[in-house]
């Protein structure tokens, strides 16, 4: 896990994060535009703050953190994860 705007970012693979969903966790998926406006959004703040883990979903984030934090955070794709998902939730 990587702290960024008091946000617990999971820096590891889709698997883990559907274990952690399984046992009960609370995710969420930052918006790129949430976390530029964190700092005047209170409400948004808490509510990703809250959360048990997040996954990084803004290469754009990822790619800053690299460059400019030497910081290595996984970019997660929405799409893959969510097809991943729905394979759990809908096994066939």
Known sequence: MYKLFDISFLNDDYHSAIE???KG???VVPSGPGLA???KDKRYAEAV???DFAIPDSGYMVLLLKYFKRINLNK??????LILLLKF???L
């Not at 997660?76 to 994860?81: L, P, T």
């Open 20 to 22: 952690k969903l399984k």
């Open 25 to 27: 966790a609370f995710m």
């Open 37 to 39: 406006t964190i700092d």
């Open 49 to 51: 703050q809250k959360a």
């Open 76 to 81: 997660f794709s929405g799409y893959d994860f």
């Open 89 to 91: 939730i809908l096994p």
